[in-house]
């Protein structure tokens, strides 16, 4: 029986923390309570969320640690109102230098807990609150990837094959005449760009130049693009002239379309195949649709057309080059994020 995600981030938790408590219940260590906090705080989403989060509370642990072994032997002769809000703003002012979201709140709290509760016991506190905030930040990131693993590169990935077939159904749609609703592709396109944030932790400090990085933006300007052309290819009125000519064109262009549609599924079946394929072979080779026009019995056709039917017809080929380019452009950039992988 295949479980929710809800079900399995819940259970993926309750077994990170049952194995972190009993881990370190058996070393006979004091505050082993704090290893559990960690895994419960930064467990969330993916495994580059969940590294952010963890990130950031080892560096506001380590902030509010160092704070108070320096802050408290020298101002606890100070009234307790005047020297603990003076070691949380410095607190502040060092985590707000780091840019740290998340981190300042864990290191006013360390800063809090040593002055109020472990001050007698410093020396042997702060080291121990340090080991146990890194061990249940390791654990949590070990069991997303242990524990039915919650990857955002593989995210971004499956996000992609989805866009793309529900591209190739708007498109088969569009062919038919039938109505296409754009918002689910767009909606789709701006939760891939919302969740490759966490993908791009995932991929290191030099994410941008990843194979990965390359590729998932190489498609996301391929897709954007082929949702704008699709919008504007709606607004326009279908090829209903009877003269011959016209007939035969719209005959040529359908089959066009159809072989754009079976490009976009040889995309997801090769994102399907790997992590980072090769983009299909043999390459895309787009034709100008405008070089139809060179036939006499066309061109004739055309010359008896309101002017505003001609102009519309013109931008119905422009499209339809556009479409073609964009996805031989996608499949040269796809082709150069591999190499760039090979070579680096």
Known sequence: MALSAALRSNLRLTLTVAVVQGFASRTGLADITYASLAVLSVSVGTYGETFELGRQRLIGTLIGALVVLIAYPALRGLPLVVGLPLALLFTRLVAGGLRLTVGYSVGCMVVVMGWLVHASQLDSWVPLRLFWTLFGVLMALWSLRLFWPALARRQQQEGLIKLLGQLQQAWELHRQHQVVPLAPLRSALLDLRNQRVGALRELGSAALNHPLARLWQSFDSALEDQILILGEAKRLPPLSWQDPAFVALG?????????????????QERLRSRMVPPPPAPPWQPIDHLVLCDDPALAQAISGLPEAARRKFATRLLLLNRLEQGLANLEVQWGAAIASGRDG
């Open 251 to 267: 005959q040529q262009l359908t089959v066009r379309l159809r072989a754009v549609e079976q490009r976009l599924v040889l995309c």
